[in-house]
């Protein structure tokens, strides 16, 4: 099934999502689902608290279904190393029509548990590197916006706030 993607101001897109302890066939089902609406938003990752779920669980497919083996789902991610740095435009399916330019690792390493509950480390470089670390941000409460500076944050929420007047949000 295709959820509604959450748009930021939702407050579960700022508060800590929970461990996730059952590995069983809803989880399953809340993969596959989570896919179906990631890529019928046009994304290329996606965060559980994204679709109002505030569990630890994302999904990612960098190549966007060019490459079966390039899905990946992490359930209870965190980053375990990373390195170098690179500036690229940034955007998130809960704050359409922005991006932003963001400065991350270029390279990183993501430990996390797959569907069976099994431990996975991840690798990735450039844009999946970008997708790993703004998952798993997602997961802690944080959005892209907190890497910008003060300056742009503000007026990209004022921007939202008159477009929530207007009903456009
Ligand atoms: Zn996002």
């Known amino acids: ?18 461990t996730i302890t059952e590995f069983d066939d809803e989880l399953q089902q809340l993969a596959d689902d989570m896919f179906e609406s990631m890529y ?6 996606l965060a559980a608290p994204q679709i109002g779920i505030s569990k630890r669980m994302a999904v990612i497919d960098v190549t966007f279904k060019e490459d079966p083996d ?12 990373v390195e170098g740095r690179i500036t690229s ?14 400065t991350r690792a270029r390279r990183v390493t993501a430990r996390a548990q797959n569907l069976k509950g099994e431990t996975i480390e991840v690798t990735g470089e450039e ?11 997602h997961l ?11 300056l742009k944050r503000d007026m ?14």
Not at 1 to 18: D, F, H, N, Q, R
Not at 70 to 81: G, Q, S, T
Not at 89 to 102: I, T
């Open 127 to 137: 844009l999946l590197a970008r997708a790993l670390l703004h998952e798993t941000d």
């Open 89 to 102: 435009n940034e955007g998130c399916l809960s704050l359409p029509e922005f991006r932003e330019k963001v």
């Open 40 to 45: 019928a938003a046009h994304g290329v990752g």
């Open 1 to 18: 099934m295709i959820y509604p993607i959450v748009k930021y101001g939702a407050p579960v897109l700022e508060k800590p999502s929970a």
């Open 156 to 169: 990209l929420k004022r921007k939202i706030r008159k477009m929530v007047k207007a009903g456009e949000w």
């Open 70 to 81: 390039a899905k990946i789902v992490l359930v209870n991610p965190e980053i375990i190393h």
């Open 140 to 150: 802690n409460g944080k959005l892209y916006i907190s890497h910008i500076s003060a």
